[in-house]
């Protein structure tokens, strides 16, 4: 007995030992932010970043010029004040002084932050050699970057520039259109006038770079946690790949008081359903919530604490292959009749209910660019314009004005026998997606390309039956095509495709980041079409630099784009349920960029946020963000 | 026996080598499209794509891609990944992974082993009784339902009865007994059912019938004839085995958020990390070929009758 007991008291020991780590607590708010992701992040050099995992983990240990603040404003970070010219091609930004960059045990080290480290940034995303994916988002913002780049490009390839590569090299300082022009003080020149400058700079690729440091780590920049240094209000203490971030508070951080939460941990898991388990067993700050999930929780304890969080800034479209390799829809899709019985046919509530079964209306979105986004000096958004606010609030979804346009394009396109005019029967060949005889007569083949995803493949049959419903079963088949690897490789790069749907990010605060993207010869544009009048319209809206005009224009290049149904927004992304102990909307907030990943002033309290709470405060963040852009600025 | 050892050793450097060349050959005749994500797609241009993929290198002839591969190989050089850690040595990853995979795959090894062989024998010597039919219970659902379903449930259930965590941690040696028994349950079925087949073959030869007439003993019989025998088919996999246990394995070490050796070659084909993929084939192709031939030798020691040349004895 006495022997059972002693055993008893060292196994109560030893479990102890295991399960007595107590969360620290300072004031009422806990110190220790707990996540995970199971999106592996590669690298975490700042300028080759690739996962949300890994924009958190950046955004927090090291600072740009600007940042967002909690109601999505752009403030000053490391640069205290900025000027710019009258037509907005140069700004000139002071720095703060006394800032250094730390290590990964947050030790100062013996380099300051100086105008010359944002130079060195852009020095390095110039070489191609370092392989900066995304340089082209800004390879045209700054003078005489895109043209070093491809000197540089070109030399490696072999060709004639008449000039060595030291020499372009060396020539970065003259051309380039960025200056130290003292120690704290630098200076971009642009290549056209860009009002929006400023939300450029919350991108990855302005963000500074200590070039003594660079040349010791070489290739390993960024690599591990000992690789990279850190000027953030966090520094990376704990660096296991594939298993465990630690990022621990910079105490030399310029704006360490509102360094709220001292620790922030995430480790990896394999999949979301431990996610919600590892929450519930107290071990994580919050959790997302899936679909059926939700209905599993529905009833239990857990269910007054589960809210629904904003959608975001990424929009979904239904893009038309105007260049079909399938004569029959190349021909229809080229009818605006046609596109318009598209538009009208397809029920995108019912889509978004696949996602959300709850609330699927309030994921709706009808235009290109994301609404709450872009705000002018009036307070007014770019979506209320009135070229844009009666698309942006009218469902475009109506089946018998879908059969009616169905119609009108069948009596504009076919003979009375039925036979589509021009075409004579012909095979149809979209390797692995879809390849059928095309009889060249009604109904209209369309070839709908999706995947192998449960839901995408829903999705594809439910919009099959929608077409097929809405706009006859005797006027169009759909034929569902199915990409079982590669969906670019498939589908968008050979274009076998006639309708097909992606989601869309938006990347600065500008119109202009998705439209220009939109033009004919922009990247965007994977259906293969070509207007001109559009082309023209952005033409002309990039030419404005007054605000108010400039959106003007660009809502008529959207509604140009919208009415004649050239592509079809559906629905917006983000949106997740979740629960949390973290408070909503205290951190920066943004649409787009790296800062809105900050944790900031985050607060998290020892018991998950209720829905009542959470709702409580996004009614006063809500109200507080009208008074502070209605204020104008 | 010399002979063999070098005749086989030849063997299997020419196998090891042409594994490689001929994976190295086969990843570049893939599409480059593979070393872009598709949100590359919508942010580079064409011409920005190709200036990626030259500085990459992989535009060059394979031979001379090949050339390259070899003679950094030849001066120690394991190169540095390219998509999977963007320009991370490789020999970091091995270095930072293949630990944990060892450790799991070894405790895994020995439990099977030990757990495996207890309960074939056990099967074995209590034929068609209780144990023997739950034995063979344990051993058929474990290895036709799907391995996911039980894993699941062991991490979610057995973690949440005993109060242990859902993942491991390194410095919670709690946390490393359910992945190790989960890594075991299948490898544990495998040996107890072929121990108990191979055993019970053999208990109805004539030599241990004969045995038994001349008054042997259950446990002498046991010991020294039927074991001995039945070991041969069992031992000519072991060192595979154990040479294997770097490469992790791919469902457990994702559950449990073990940063090893599992996913790391899919991931590798799958993103095109053409650097990765071939070091690791040919890591993994060398322990195999070397496994199969410790896998002879180890027969040879535990069954002197077999001879692996002819010219000997």
């Known amino acids: ?480 095509g199915y990409a079982a690897n590669s969906f670019q490789d498939e589908v968008f790069s050979p274009m076998n495709f006639d309708l097909v749907d992606d989601s869309y990010s938006f990347r600065f605060g500008d119109p202009s980041a998705n439209l220009t993207r939109l033009t004919t010869d922009g990247s965007l544009n994977e259906g293969g079409y070509n207007i001109p009048e559009f082309d023209k319209l952005v033409e002309e809206a990039l030419a404005k630099n007054d605000i108010k005009e400039r959106y003007t224009k660009f809502s008529e290049a959207e509604k140009y784009m919208l009415d004649n149904v050239y592509l079809m927004p559906y629905m917006t992304g983000g949106g997740s349920y979740s629960m949390s102990k973290e408070l909503p909307y205290q951190t920066p907030m943004g649409g787009f960029g790296l800062t809105r990943f900050k944790m900031k002033g985050a607060k998290i309290q020892s018991k998950p946020v209720t829905t009542e709470q959470y709702n409580e405060i996004k009614t006063q963040h809500d109200k507080e963000v009208k008074e502070k852009f209605a204020k104008g600025k | 026996m010399k002979r063999y050892i070098l005749k086989r050793s030849l063997q299997s450097f020419v196998t090891i080598c042409l594994v490689i060349f001929v994976v190295f050959m086969m990843l570049r005749m893939m599409p480059t499209s593979g070393y872009f994500t598709r949100d590359d797609y919508l942010n580079m241009t064409e011409e920005m794509r190709m200036v990626y993929l030259k500085n990459l290198g992989v535009l060059d002839p394979p031979l001379v891609q090949f050339k390259h591969f070899l003679s950094s190989l030849l001066s120690g050089d394991l190169g540095r990944s390219v998509t999977v850690y963007p320009k991370l040595a490789i020999t970091t990853i091995l270095k930072e992974k293949v630990g944990f995979s060892a450790a799991f795959g070894f405790a895994s090894e020995i439990i099977s082993i030990t757990i495996g062989m207890s309960l074939g024998i056990a099967m074995a010597r209590n034929k068609d009784k209780l144990v023997d039919n739950l034995g063979t219970g344990y051993a058929v659902i474990v290895r036709s339902i799907p391995s996911l379903i039980y894993l699941f449930l062991i991490q979610v259930w057995v973690s949440k009865i005993f109060g242990l965590p859902m993942l491991f941690y390194k410095n919670r040696p709690e946390s490393w007994i359910l992945p190790a028994i989960s890594l075991s349950l299948s490898s544990i079925a495998w040996y107890a059912i072929w121990l108990r087949r191979f055993m019970v073959d053999e208990e109805n030869r004539e030599y241990i019938k004969f045995a038994k007439v001349k008054g042997f003993s259950q446990k002498y019989i046991m010991k020294h004839h039927v074991l001995r025998n039945v070991l041969v088919p069992i031992a000519i996999g072991l060192p595979s085995d154990f040479l294997l246990i770097i490469s992790g394995s791919l469902i457990i070490e994702n559950l449990y958020s073990i940063p090893g050796m599992g996913g790391l070659l899919i991931n590798a084909i799958k993103q095109m990390d053409n650097n990765v993929v071939q070091i690791l084939v040919l890591i993994y192709s060398s322990l195999s070929v070397i496994g199969v031939f410790l896998g002879d030798l180890l027969v040879v020691l535990v069954d002197p009758r077999i001879r692996l040349s002819e010219s000997e004895g």
């Open chain 1, 1 to 480: 007995m006495k022997r059972s007991i002693s055993w008893l008291i060292i196994i109560t020991m030893i479990a102890s030992l295991f399960t007595g780590c107590s969360k620290e607590t300072s004031g009422s708010y806990e110190d220790v932010y707990y996540s995970t992701f199971s999106t592996e992040y590669k690298t975490l050099n700042p300028y080759n970043l690739s996962s949300t995992a890994a924009y958190t983990m950046v955004a927090n240990s090291i600072d740009g010029l600007v940042e967002n603040d909690k109601y999505g404003m752009i403030v000053p970070s490391l640069a205290e004040s900025w000027t710019n010219n009258e037509d907005f091609t140069v700004w000139t930004f002071k720095l703060r002084e006394g800032v250094f960059w730390v290590d990964n045990t947050g030790a100062k080290t013996e380099y300051e932050l100086t105008a010359d480290d944002f130079v060195e940034g852009i020095r390095y995303i110039a070489e191609p050699k370092n392989g900066a994916k995304n340089f082209s988002t800004i390879s045209k913002v700054i003078d005489g970057l895109y043209d070093y780049y491809w000197n540089l490009a070109d030399f490696d390839d072999g060709v004639d520039i008449g000039k060595t590569r030291e020499e372009v090299i060396a020539s970065f300082d003259d051309t380039v259109g960025v200056k130290a022009l003292d120690k704290y003080t630098v200076e971009y020149r642009l290549r056209s006038s860009t009002p929006f400058f400023l939300s450029y700079l919350i991108i990855e690729l302005f963000y500074p770079v200590e070039k003594a440091y660079l040349d010791k780590v070489g290739e390993n920049f960024g690599t591990s946690m000992d690789t990279m240094l850190y000027n953030g209000g966090y520094y990376i203490s704990t660096w296991e790949r594939d298993k465990l971030v630690v990022l621990t508070k910079n105490e030399n951080y310029w704006d360490k008081d509102n360094i709220t939460v001292k620790e922030l941990n995430f480790q990896k898991v394999g999949d979301e359903i431990t996610g919600l388990e590892m929450f519930q067993r107290g071990e994580l700050t919050g959790c997302s919530v899936s679909a059926d999930q939700l209905k599993a929780l529905k009833g239990t304890e857990w269910e007054k604490y589960i809210y629904l969080k904003d959608k975001n800034t990424v929009t979904y479209w239904f893009t038309m292959n105007f260049q079909s390799k399938n004569p029959e829809f190349q021909t229809f899709a080229n009818n605006l009749n046609f596109r318009k019985a598209l538009l009208h046919g397809i029920d995108r509530v019912k889509i978004s209910s696949l996602y959300e079964p709850n609330n699927p209306a309030f994921f709706i979105r009808n235009t290109i660019i994301p609404e709450n986004t872009l705000i002018d000096p009036e307070g007014v958004d770019y979506t209320d314009y009135p070229n844009l606010k009666p698309i942006k609030d009218t469902s475009p979804y109506d089946p018998a004005l879908a059969k009616e346009c169905m119609q009108k394009a069948v009596a504009e396109l076919c003979n009375s026998d039925k036979t589509i005019k021009g075409l004579s029967p012909s095979k149809v060949d979209m390797d692995n997606i879809a390849a059928f005889d095309s009889d060249g007569k009604l109904p209209v083949e369309l070839v709908l390309a999706t995947t192998t995803d449960p839901i995408e493949t829903k999705k594809a049959l439910l919009i099959a039956e929608m077409l097929k419903a809405n706009l006859g079963e005797e006027n169009i088949k759909v034929v569902v």
